[in-house]
């Protein structure tokens, strides 16, 4: 396993990460949990995501419990803060719920700290200066190491160090973004600037587009499947998408591998990706994920290029 540093941080994560989205208190339980979180640390995956809202903060409770079979200081944890509950203020990136919503992760995690705190999205309802200075109470605390943001354009990053700066407090560090073969000008495009000025880190979600480039739907949408049981993450070009999928599937034939293993190891090319999250529900699936470490190195320009034109046509 490779280790990536978080931006400019010193912080090292590894280059696949384990997530909790959706698996974690709805498709697996404790056992599972703990079996899948062993055979990730075993295969050098340092990095663990998670976040209030999933599973109704399940998936914290569930990975608390598991964790307590390792060494705390080997481990990269990250949960995410804005959707906490129903009432008035268990919701968004105000003080207020920015530091009792930590507190309660971290109760539910049974942790003192967590690595990694991520806004979990903009809030347009809070000024960006009561964010800024939340996270930087957390921080200065020890609650948290580092803090970042999640699915925020690059105008509302930027006004976050800005305000930092004005305020003197600890900038963010990383963004969570969606990022994959079908999803791409928020990286590529948008944040191109805050790497350079900032250094910023990225921990990247849906490397496979809810499942899209697995290659699982490609004769069409099972009944038990994700998408058929979230419709609202099918996009509205998704029989465009899984043609462009069969191609790429030929591009993974070539190169010996599944069509998982290339969309990520297409991720990890991005040198401003520092980690991918990656989610299983079987110890088969988190070592196919991990096999697009040794793919990543058998994409060459040429391949790569190959790849460009069919994601763009």
């Keep these: 396993m490779q280790y990536n540093k978080l931006g400019r941080a010193g912080i090292r994560v590894s280059e696949i990460g384990f997530g909790s989205w959706i698996t974690f208190g709805t498709q697996l339980g404790l056992p599972e949990v703990k ?13 663990f995501d998670n976040a209030e809202a999933y599973a109704h903060g399940e998936a914290e409770i569930l990975m608390g419990k598991a964790m307590k ?25 105000s003080r207020k719920h920015l530091i009792e919503g930590t507190y309660n992760s971290l109760r539910r995690l049974q942790l003192d ?22 996270m930087d109470y957390l921080i200065r605390s020890g609650f948290v190491f580092y803090w970042g943001t999640s699915e925020w354009t690059a105008e509302q990053i930027e006004s976050a160090f800005k305000a930092a700066e004005r305020l003197n407090c600890i900038p ?14 928020h990286l590529e495009q948008d944040y191109i600037p805050l790497f350079k000025k900032y250094g910023l880190g990225t921990t990247i979600w849906s490397p496979l587009a809810s499942g899209i480039l697995s290659g699982k739907y490609n004769e069409g949408i099972p009944t038990d499947s994700r998408l058929a ?43 401003n990706v520092s980690s991918v999250i990656t989610g299983a529900t079987k110890e088969e699936q988190l070592e196919e994920n991990l096999g697009a470490l040794v793919v990543k190195e058998n994409l060459t320009p040429e391949i790569m290029k190959t790849i460009d034109t069919i994601t763009k046509e």
């Design 35 to 47: 079996k899948l979180m062993h055979v990730a640390y075993e295969h050098g995956i340092n990095f």
């Design 69 to 93: 079979e390792f060494h705390r200081e080997e481990l990269v944890v990250s949960t995410k803060i804005f959707w906490g509950g129903n009432g008035p203020n268990d919701t968004g990136l």
């Design 172 to 185: 963010p560090t990383m963004e969570q973004p969606r990022y994959n073969l079908f999803y791409r000008d």
């Design 229 to 271: 049981k979230e419709t609202w993450l099918v996009p509205e070009n998704f029989m465009q998408l899984v043609k462009k999928t069969k191609k790429l599937g030929e591009v993974a034939n070539d190169l010996g591998c599944t069509l998982s293993q290339l969309a990520i190891a297409w991720c990890l090319k991005n040198p």
């Design 113 to 134: 700290y967590v690595d990694l705190l991520f806004c979990h999205r903009p809030d347009p309802n809070t000024p960006i200066e009561e964010t800024v200075l939340a």
